[in-house]
Each structure stands twice: as C-alpha cells, then as structure tokens.
C-alpha cells in the first residue's frame, strides 16, 4: 500500500493528506542535495550553533516549498528566528527540524527531517499568538530518515506506520504497520561525565545494573528510530550548566515524543510527560528521556528520589 492509500483509510482532512504527502516527497531533493552540501557555514541558528551547509539548505527548501503550497499557516523552524506567516486562511501550521543530526552529515550516517503538524495554528489562540502548543495537540507527526534506505515513519494519532520510498515508482510503499516499541536494553546518553547531574547518574547506575549496551550516534532521529526496533532509551538529560539540557521540544522532542507515544513508549522530562509543557518559546529546550515504557517510569521513580 502506498502513503496517499494509506492515509485516505485514515480521519486525515484532504489538506492535511496533501501536506504530509507533499512535505514526504521533498525527501528526493533533500537527500539528492546532500553531495553538494557537505562543508560547515560560518552561520549560526536560533540556538547559537554553527549551522552545516545541508542544514541551511534543507531549511530554505522545505520553507520555499511549503509556502508554494499553500497548505500552511504558520512555520516554525530549528533554523529560523521567528514563525513564519503564510497563508492565513490555511488549515495546518507546522513545526519541523529540516535536517537533525547535523554533526553527521559529514561522515554519512543517518540523519533526518523531523515534522510536526498542528491544526490551524502553532498558538491556542491564532489571532493573539500569545500561548504556544503543546506536544499532546499535535494532529501529526513523521520523520523522513537518510539511511540506506529512505524512511518515513508516521503518526497521525492511529498508532505508528513506516513507509520505504521506492524510486523506480517514485512512491512510498507500507514497509511496517502498527509498530509497537519493545522493552529492550539499550541506551543512548548526551552529555559528558562531569556535566552530568546526580539523578541522571543514578539513571545511568540503573542502566548498569540492568546490562543496557550504548547506541549513541549522535542524531536524535536516527536514535529515536532505532528504539522503534529494539526499544530501550534515547536522552539528552539537564545538565550542570544547562538545566534544559540541549534538545528543542517544539521541534525535537514533541513530534518524537508524539511518536514514541503512539507506538506504546513515553517520553519525559525526569519528572512529567514532555508532551504535556506549554512551551514558553518557539526555541525552548527541554531534558528528554524517550523509550520503552516500563523504562521510563523506572527513571521517573529514580528521579522523584532527588
Ligand atoms: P541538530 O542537528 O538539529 O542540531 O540536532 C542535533 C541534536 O540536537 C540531536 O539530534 C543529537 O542527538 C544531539 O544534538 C547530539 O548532541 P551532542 O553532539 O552534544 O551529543
């Protein structure tokens, strides 16, 4: 079964069907873009990082395509300072990560565009713009991975579906269907040693003690996906000096989250679900710890120790 098959069995209203259709197969230029686009800019993003050329590249793509469409309201990006405004009368606005992962570019691991997409507006209220959305408002999300092959994986709140893009067809063909996540024993963790805080390392003492194995690529989306197989837990933990640790929660960890969640794992912050933060601003950054389930409320119960 193809995506648009797919997803004409689904509640999916007709433009939310294009969008997601229309965003999915930007995933061909994106990944065709990659051998010209593999040196560092000098730029920085909202965030104060320096920004690879694909990063910048993919940004300015999916924004110029997706203002071509017609389909969207408002656009928040990783890369971008301010929403952006398009077509007022539109029924979806979207949040996305157009290239996570970006320390990998240059050694051909796996990366991804991470989206998200809200009914009408970002914002509760469209015309005050004052309260952002929360993760759990979200009406879709999806991934599109840069592997060996290219991955999208889905949510539009019916569980979770992957789809392979098949180029002679130039279609995205049904590849798993209500993938459910499993427990498994692995971990993956941002951030060095002396940055750590104390009830992260006790989460670590945990995972010791359970004889989890590391996976850490350094692509969150590419982590996150691999917990689609063999489960276990992906995190970014507050640090020290940086009691949000470094992962965004409107771009990162909320259509992730949103994912994880519809395949039976959760996602928190140490102590709650990150879906359920009203973020104060479009770049806020969140500590995530996301997975299989049981594991999870093995950290929440660790952390309500501190
Ligand atoms: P971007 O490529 O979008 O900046 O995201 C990178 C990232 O937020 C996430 O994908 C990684 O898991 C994490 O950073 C890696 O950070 P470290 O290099 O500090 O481990």
Redesign the pocket.
């Known amino acids: 079964m193809d995506l648009l098959s797919y997803l004409r069995q689904t509640p999916c209203h007709d433009e939310l069907i294009a969008l997601i259709l229309y965003i999915a197969h930007q995933a061909l230029p994106i990944r065709n873009a990659f051998p010209s686009n593999q040196m560092a800019k000098t730029t920085k993003?909202a965030s104060g990082?320096t920004q690879a050329a694909m990063?910048v590249w993919a940004d300015q793509h999916l924004i110029d395509e997706l203002r071509r469409t017609g389909l969207v309201k408002e656009l928040a990006s990783?890369e971008q300072d301010d929403v952006l405004f398009f077509e007022e009368d539109a029924l979806y606005s979207v949040v996305m990560?157009p290239?996570?992962?970006?320390?990998l570019i240059a050694t051909n691991l796996s990366?991804g565009t991470i989206i998200g997409i809200y009914a009408d507006s970002i914002y509760t209220d469209s015309v005050l713009r004052e309260e952002l959305k929360k993760g759990e408002d979200l009406v879709a999300a999806f991934y599109l991975l840069y592997g060996p092959m290219t991955t999208l994986v889905l949510s539009v709140g019916d569980g979770v579906h992957s789809f392979i893009y098949h180029e002679k067809v130039g279609e995205f063909q049904l590849f798993h269907e209500n993938i459910t996540i499993p427990d498994g024993t692995q971990y993956g963790s941002?951030?060095t040693r002396d940055e750590w805080i104390p009830a992260h390392m006790s989460v670590l003492e945990y995972f010791n003690e359970h004889h989890f194995k590391v996976r850490?690529?350094?692509?969150?989306?590419a982590?996150c996906h691999q917990l689609l197989t063999y489960g276990g837990i992906?995190t970014?933990p507050a640090l020290k000096k940086k009691p949000k640790g470094?992962?965004?929660l409107l771009?990162?960890v909320n259509p992730l989250g949103y994912i994880i969640t519809q395949a039976g794992g959760a996602v928190t912050d140490g102590y709650k679900d990150t879906l359920t933060i009203v973020p104060t601003e479009i770049h806020e950054k969140t500590p995530v710890y996301i997975g299989s389930k049981g594991i999870i409320q093995d950290i929440e119960r660790i952390y309500r120790e501190f």
């Open positions: 993003n990082e990063d990783e990560d290239l996570d992962g970006s320390s990366v941002g951030g850490y690529s350094g692509s969150f989306v982590d992906y970014y470094k992962l965004r771009f990162e």
